[in-house]
């Protein structure tokens, strides 16, 4: 699993650091997540999702 660090778009404050599989975000937020492009299958938009698909099979 990858680091997911979620940093708020206002303040710039980290407000997560997380390793799971998923993250719900409550308010306007820049996702940061530890990985290399060449790790990367897709970025797909689903509603107000994005769906990151990894080489490796894993989805976030």
Do not use: F, P
């Amino acid at each position: 699993m990858s680091e997911i660090r979620i940093i708020a778009k206002s303040s710039h404050a980290t407000l997560a650091n997380i390793t799971a599989n998923t993250a719900k975000l409550n308010q306007a937020s820049v996702v940061l997540i530890k990985a290399s492009t060449s790790d990367i299958k897709s970025i797909t938009r689903d509603g107000t999702s994005a769906i990151v698909e990894w080489l490796c099979c894993t989805k976030i």
